[in-house]
């Protein structure tokens, strides 16, 4: 299945590498409305994931209560 371009918010490209605060910045930026290729409503579920060095992988649910 193809999977649309902007269906996962990317920051890499104008943040850099921010690491652990990645998600973070990326979550309250796309919250606050400075990211207008993307946007959350109420009752939204959110996929959190993240690879780091050293082999880390990171996932987590949550669903935006706005």
């Not at 579920?45 to 992988?57: D, E, K, Q, R």
């Amino acid at each position: 299945l193809p999977v649309p371009v902007n269906i996962m918010p990317m920051s890499i490209g104008y943040l850099g590498n921010s690491s652990v605060a990645t998600i973070p910045t990326l979550f309250d930026s796309i919250r606050k409305g400075n990211d207008t290729r993307h946007e959350l409503a109420q009752g939204d579920l959110v996929m959190f994931a993240s690879v780091g060095a050293g082999m880390n992988i990171n996932a987590a649910c949550y669903r935006y209560t706005g």
